[in-house]
């Protein structure tokens, strides 16, 4: 921090200019930017809810100076709609697997059939299919997600 004047002839250490914002999935702080010279962002002030809106009432601007503006946000909702094409995908899909389990169940002729197959599959391939089994959807979204946001260290 700088030392800076605060109008009284005092010295006093400066804010940072540093701006953060807090990542809940690795629970921490990133730095992802700075105030700009000239410009002001309030600090130590607390924020509360009001008719739908963040209010942030007051707070200092520099080291002993509040300022008596308030500001206020308010988060804007997006409408989405999913789509004729996404649902013509997922019927299509829906009616594709529908299809291939019927096609498979007339080749079945016994329970030995349906539960193993046959004894016709190699061990490799059944050992494969557990372990897919136990592997989640989830997973293969999650996983990927998680380096995105943060490293690929997890």
Known sequence: MRPDTNGQGHEHPRFPRALHAYHTITDTWAEIGTVPEGSWAPVTT?????????????????????SPQILA???ASAKRNFGLINWIVIATYLGGMVLIGYWFSKRNKSTDDYFRGGQRIPSWVAGLSIFATMLSAITFMAIPARAYATDITW
């Not at 924020?47 to 009432?57: D, E, S, V």
Request: aromatic share 4%; proline share 8%; hydrophobic share 30%.
């Open 46 to 66: 607390s924020t509360l809810q009001w008719h739908g809106r963040t209010i942030i009432p007051t707070g200092e601007i520099k080291p002993g100076v509040r």
């Open 73 to 75: 946000s308010k988060i």
